[in-house]
């Protein structure tokens, strides 16, 4: 898989003689994380730190994410770093995988944690997430950017539960592998007890949750179907839960 | 239904779990009419193979009657007798069309793959009862299972051919087969097999069938050298001659042009080497137990071929890569690409070219499969291949 990271044309990758340098910052171009997974990163990481640098570290991070400029270029390391993931090859045509996710009532179907996106119009979408104890977040989204069979981008719109930004890059694999996706989502959680908790419930495992979903994605497209163990539609094959968030959940109700 | 169930080393019971069903859309559900215990299994009887859970349905070789199938599922029909490879795989990523099955990139679940990514450093391929590493799929030591992408793994068996004579398809046939193709046996060649369970067995088969001149079998078991040499190999009883020396001589000083590792992870045998591995693995020091394979890359000649078709899950200690790498050796290994061999196989199973049924010693009911297990682990020289029948009655 070094190829594709070393080979891509992305603008993210190009821009920044600090990303080139360090190979762990040039894998981070193309990052593919769901919220859940990068909520976890950002909300750990500024929870421990000053909450009134909360805001600001995620509009930096945001900013870097949506216009790839980056004022400084260690500092930029660092937040890519932040942003963690890696890309998939996906055996299908970009055209395909494009058009399967800019209908973004599509995603409940692959990405844990999303209960449902519902477009409200052709750019606005609105999105239910599962949170702790059985409650939920929602926000409206609202795309930015949309180059078809190449990119989409995407913000949560003002008023938002959780502020959110993302982004999906889709571009041809090396040898007709198919189509190298890319997608990076950053989230910022809410202040007080309910950030706290969305916190604690997503910053367990956060690349881990990243690239189930994106096995989830490439599961779908390529085989019409997500894999599972399960032996019917009541009874897992497995007794340990592997629901996402299900061991914080239990730590949380103690 | 009733199923065969892990509960810990040594311990695996037959119990009522719930019915599987149709889940996904290529999904088929059969009802298993045959079903083997393997070698393998027995690694995951000794608890050598990590990621099992208490209540996991154990059992990769099975055959049976497909009873219901998904929506989308056009290839099979009610009613059609199937075989189904041990390796659960897609067909359709990168892999599965590279014909390489065993490492189809989809069949292990998202939330499942990441302790063999860990491990391994990729997410291994989903399987039919062999831990959650390989995606924790209820097995087919049972009376149903659950049967993803039945739509490109199974085969229909003709009618009027028993379950005995094709049932191996599911995995030690073409893991026999394709550890003889490891070897890229050459006009003249001597291949030599340690181990002489089924997959070894089915090993000495197929390289003659692809045109070795000679075959030498190790083992210690008598039975199983008997059996051994009917299929026409020379023998050697490790625990009457020193296996390399032997194996020197009866080559002329060349030495066997392939050798094929069909012992893996849990050798046997009280040289120094194997009780400190034992030690070690009881202590958690070390995983594996690699006496065969040091021995193999010790006897095979120079510029010879290794073939690793039995299982290791771990480290081993003490791998003599010196050898590996100044004798010129090839390496080829891995879990089986079933799919890729079952259809040939079937015909020449068909067109009598291969039997399989001389390796069944002893047939039970499913509701003895606990003691099946015991004795397959007990007596290994008498009990070569417990085959397992169902009644099919849901209890």
Known sequence: MRSPVHDSSTRAQTRSSQQQRSPVSIGLTVAALTGAAVLGVIGARALSRNSADVGRRFRRIVDALTTHRTANGADAAEKWEELTGRTVTINRRRHELYAFWRKFSNLARILENIESVTEVDERRSHWVVRAPAGTTVEWDSVIVEDIPDELISWESAPGADIANSGRIDFRDAHGGRGTLVTATIAYDPPAGAVGKLVAKLLQREPKIQARRDLRRFKQFMETGEIATSRMNAEVSGDRSSDEPGANVRASISH | ?395
């Open chain 2, 1 to 395: 239904m009733r199923a065969l169930t892990w509960h810990g080393k040594h311990d695996v019971r037959v119990e009522t779990v719930p019915d599987p069903a149709i889940v996904n859309p290529r999904d088929a559900l059969i009802r298993v009419t045959s079903t083997a215990i393997c070698g393998s299994d027995l690694h995951l009887y000794d608890h050598y193979i990590p990621g099992m859970q208490s209540g996991d349905i154990l059992g990769h070789e099975f055959m049976g009657e497909v009873v219901d199938v998904g929506p989308d599922n056009s290839a099979l029909t009610v009613g059609q007798r199937v075989v189904v490879p041990f390796v659960i795989a897609c067909g359709g990523c990168f892999f599965c069309q590279k014909q390489q099955y065993a490492a189809c990139d989809n069949s292990n679940p998202a939330e499942k793959a990441d302790a063999s990514e860990i491990a391994y450093g990729y997410p291994m391929t989903g399987a039919f009862g062999y831990s959650h590493l390989t995606g924790g799929y209820a097995g087919g030591q049972a009376e149903y299972v659950r049967v993803p992408y039945a739509d490109i793994g199974p085969i229909v068996i003709p009618e009027g051919i028993e379950d005995d004579r094709v049932l191996f398809l599911s995995d030690i046939l073409p893991t026999g087969w394709m550890a003889a193709e490891n070897c890229a046996i050459e006009s003249g060649d001597t291949v030599a097999v340690w181990g002489c369970g089924p997959v070894g067995l089915f090993a000495i088969q197929s390289a003659f069938l692809q045109g070795a001149e000679r075959v030498i079998a190790i083992d210690h078991y008598p039975h199983r050298l008997e059996l051994a040499k009917a299929l026409g190999a020379e023998i050697i009883d490790y625990e009457e001659v020193k296996v390399r020396e032997a194996l020197v001589e009866m080559t002329g000083g060349i030495g066997p042009d392939a050798c094929i590792d069909a012992v893996g992870m849990e050798s046997h045998g009280m040289s120094i080497d194997n009780v400190v591995d034992q030690v070690k693995a009881s202590v958690g020091l070390g995983t594996d137990r690699p006496h065969v394979l040091r021995q193999v890359i010790m006897a095979c000649r120079k510029g010879g071929r290794v073939s690793i078709p039995g299982v290791y899950g771990g480290f081993a200690d003490k791998f003599p890569v010196g050898a590996l790498m100044e004798k010129g050796l090839t390496i080829r290994t891995g879990q089986t690409h079933v799919q890729r061999y079952t259809e040939k196989l079937l015909q020449m199973i068909l067109e009598g070219e291969i039997d399989t049924t001389f390796l069944i010693s002893h047939h039970l009911s499913l509701e003895e499969a606990a003691n099946g297990y015991r004795m397959f682990k007990e007596q290994q020289n008498e009990v070569t291949k417990v085959v397992l029948k169902t009644d099919g009655r849901r209890h």
